[in-house]
């Protein structure tokens, strides 16, 4: 009886075995099939509408941040120009540079310099130099008739433009429709209040902002 017993229990445990190998190769077949090719198609024409929706926002979203970026490192160099004017009792002007390192008056600021002008020669002079900057194509920066290519500040921190305190504009634009918000405009008021905000229809061609 005993005898009977466990070979009962063997052959018990045998069958379960085996019953359970058979499950698991079932299992690994089933996990081994793989997609089929209308399951294939669906993913790839699902990926295709994700990737169609998702670049334009993105493309979006770094420009925008780019023109914000230029626009505050802009903004940073008047608030430097003025600071130093004050600190070292001299007339201070931020200039259009293509080269960061001497005024080249252009109608389109690629970059900028900010200098002492110690001797009020209008020239950067060495060890006259500030800090300068530049604006990245296909940013474009263009400034209104009130600033030009140039802004000074005098040892009282005020910029000034004809002896009477300077109100005028810079656009920093993306010649696209990717934001719509393409530009932000650095407002300087009074001569010394500084900020930044959206400028609205300007449109590809980046127009120069008025006054």
Known sequence: MLGRSIMGGRMGVDFHLLHATRRGRSGRASLMRGFSLVELFVTLGVLSILTAVSIPLI??????????SSA?????ALQLARMESIR?????LVCESSDGLSCTGGAQWR????FADRNQNGLVDIDEQINSGRVEAPL????SGNIGNRILFRSDGLAYLNNQ???GNMRLCMPNTQPAENARDVRIAAGSRMSVGPAVNVGVACAAPAN
């Open 59 to 68: 493309t979006s979203t770094i420009n925008a941040s780019r023109i914000t």
């Open 72 to 76: 505050n490192e802009f903004v940073a």
């Open 88 to 92: 070292r009792n001299v007339r201070v």
């Open 111 to 114: 970059g900028w310099v900010v």
């Open 140 to 143: 474009i920066a263009r400034s």
């Open 165 to 167: 305190l300077l109100n």
